[in-house]
């Protein structure tokens, strides 16, 4: 392929904003006009004004945990804005920003995180899977839905605009479980229509990439036979080109491929996390001077492509979801605890129902003692 940053990151959009030339990659991303770059400073705008909102309210107390993707809006818009019908996608936790390229309603995401459902969105809907908590499981999942894919005659068939593929996203620590690399097996073997998109925000909880591979992760694909790129995943047109890239190359019938995105985590593995334990402000303030957001607006600043009444709309729009996403949450009240019994299969369930009936049984052993008392 075309140039690379000094880390070796295929960019096409430099810190300080400006384009960098590259012919291989430009095709990918010359269909992004300015009208398109604005919307994808105003996606990246709304998730991380939702992401901190709901950092908030877990400090609040009003969710269990909430599971932040602050630095990693570039990764997330600009991959989610490549997928299209009937591409299908497989997220881990922290896909807040591809969750609202699919049109999920976020506030209504965080009954996940209050305790109060599976998952509320459906994933037929919006062809975005439930949220995976078991680290690189989901990956497993991912490839046998592609290969269902393509013996359904949905990829390769001669028709490129109806052909899809599947992308599943996981984390830099995922790649070191054994599920991530089965699934590399069965998906090279079965030449699955897969894209695997490493966030590599550079910590596995409070564990240094540095310590979980000696060479790049991107790197890893090449023992499976899965061809790899590396994209700065702080430029949002870079990612968006890689991943047009990689997606129509696997809806082509030609495999899986593997895109490792190198960003940073800018907040903590989760609200339970203290990162200030294993990294330094001066690190985490390198990274901000690489803000995916800021990287973007600098970039439709010098083409005098981010008018005042843009922004001002932008701002408002973020404004009101930040209250609406507040006001939804607080006036949530605990579900019938029966309900943790609702959807966990498609169809009724023997043991289920005998759980459901058996706890039910349980809950009212507590009402009959109090009425003898």
Known sequence: MGPLSDDGLVQLLDVDGTRVADPDWEPYASHLT?????????????????DAEATSLQRQGELGLWVSCLGQEGAQIGSGTAIREPDYVFPSYREHGVALTRNVDLPQMLTLFRGLEHGSWDP?????????LVIGAHTLHATGYAIAMDKDGLVGSGSPENDGAVICYFGDGATSQGDVNESFVFAAVNNAPLVFFVQNNQFAISEPTTRQSRVTLAQRAD????????????DVIAVHAVTQWALRHARSGQGPVLIEAFTYRMAAHTTSDDATRYRTRA???KWR?????????KHLQQLGQLPDEFRTAVEAEAKALGKRTRETVKAWERPPLLSMFDHVYAEPHAQVEAERAWFDRYQQSFIDEGSHA
């Open 34 to 50: 300015p009208e398109a770059l604005r919307v994808f400073w105003r996606l990246m705008t709304l998730t991380r004004t939702f």
């Open 124 to 132: 037929a809907k919006h062809s975005f899977h439930l949220y995976t």
């Open 223 to 234: 023992g499976f036979g899965i061809p790899r790129v590396r994209v700065d995943g702080n």
């Open 283 to 285: 690190e985490e303030e």
């Open 289 to 297: 001077q690489r803000d995916p957001i800021d990287r973007l607006e």
